[in-house]
Each structure stands twice: as structure tokens, then as C-alpha cells.
């Protein structure tokens, strides 16, 4: 069956790192747009990132232009968000999306906490 799963999250201060992992399994990875959304308590869930299926092409939130960086590797089935500079308005659960035309799957999500 169709599995992403995310890891990476934890607890960090203001201006660290983070690096996320999404493990894909159960459909063909490498034909699908892989996104990075994220959804702060209180507030509805946003685009952070997208990369096209090839890798050739990613598209960034204004919030996050300049600091975070996502990548996916298509022979590993993976997909990464490097988180630099962090701040604590990054908190949030970040999910991991696959999509293709009408086909969309979800992870289950990490939880990130920039705080000190």
C-alpha cells in the first residue's frame, strides 16, 4: 500500500537546523510532484515546498525563500527539507505530499519546534 513517512522533526532553537527525510513506498515515486506542507496549531495547512518529478524545478513559500531547500532522491524513493535559520513562527507538523494529476497521498507528519 501506499506509505510516506516522515522523520526528522524535533525540538531546536532559533537560527538551527533541521533536516527532514520522506520515505515513499507503494506507487511510482519518480512520476510524481513531491510537496513539503506544514500546519501550525490554530492555523490552516500551508504550501512550504514542491519539486517536480524529475528534481528539475522547485517552487519555495515566501516565508521560507532563502532557507529551506528541498530535494528528493528517485532511486532511494526519498524526498528532504533542509531547514536553515529557523524561527520560531516555523513551528509546526510538516507532511509530506506526493501528487500526480488526480492522485494525491499524504504522510502521517513530524513535528518541528523552534523554540529556546
Known amino acids: 500500500q501506499v506509505q510516506l513517512v516522515e522523520s526528522g522533526g524535533g525540538l531546536v532553537q532559533p537560527g538551527g537546523s533541521l533536516r527532514l527525510s520522506c520515505a515513499a513506498s507503494?506507487?511510482?515515486?519518480?512520476?510524481?510532484?513531491m510537496r513539503w506542507y506544514r500546519q501550525a496549531s490554530g492555523k490552516e495547512r500551508e504550501l512550504v515546498a514542491s519539486?517536480?518529478?524529475?528534481?528539475?524545478?522547485?517552487i519555495y513559500a515566501e516565508s521560507v525563500k532563502g532557507r529551506f531547500t528541498i530535494s528528493r532522491d528517485n532511486v532511494k524513493n526519498m524526498v528532504y527539507l533542509q531547514m536553515n535559520s529557523l524561527k520560531p513562527e516555523d513551528t509546526a507538523v510538516y507532511y509530506c505530499n506526493a501528487l500526480r494529476e488526480v492522485m494525491m497521498y499524504w504522510g502521517k507528519g513530524t513535528l518541528v519546534t523552534v523554540s529556546s
Open positions: 519539486i517536480s518529478s524529475t528534481g528539475g524545478t522547485a
Open positions: 507503494g506507487f511510482t515515486f519518480s512520476t510524481y510532484a
